[in-house]
């Protein structure tokens, strides 16, 4: 079955960056898209970025375009996510996913962007 687990999360300064990983297992990780989805305190999934298989596509969403970038390593099974220039609004619960909705989901790594 898909098992994905998240690591990376921190408290980190307004401004700052932090690199979010997921490894996945129980699937063919390389010829499935990828998401990262994130829970923000008191709201529902949010679904933050997409990339295709083979890494020729990424999707963001506007919130983070510009500041945030996934990439994956299909050989290691890996999933990233770098996040630069950090904002508050950026502190939640992240979760790699096989698609928009969560699906697959680990338990999260958290993020907290505070002063």
């Known amino acids: 079955q898909v098992q994905l687990v998240e690591s990376g999360g921190a408290l980190v300064q307004p401004g700052g960056s932090l690199r979010l990983s997921c490894v996945a297992s129980g699937f063919r990780f390389s010829n499935t898209g990828m998401s990262w989805v994130r829970q923000r305190p008191g709201n529902g999934l949010e679904w933050v970025s997409e990339?295709?298989?083979?890494?020729?596509?990424?999707y963001y969403a506007d919130s983070v375009k510009g500041r945030f970038t996934i990439s994956r390593d299909n050989v290691k099974n890996m999933l990233y996510l770098q996040m630069n220039f950090l904002k508050p609004e950026g502190t939640a619960l992240y979760f790699c996913?096989?698609?928009?909705?969560?699906?697959?989901r680990g338990q999260g790594t958290q993020v907290t962007v505070s002063s």
């Open positions: 996913a096989t698609d928009r909705t969560g699906t697959g």
């Open positions: 990339i295709n298989r083979r890494s020729t596509t990424t």
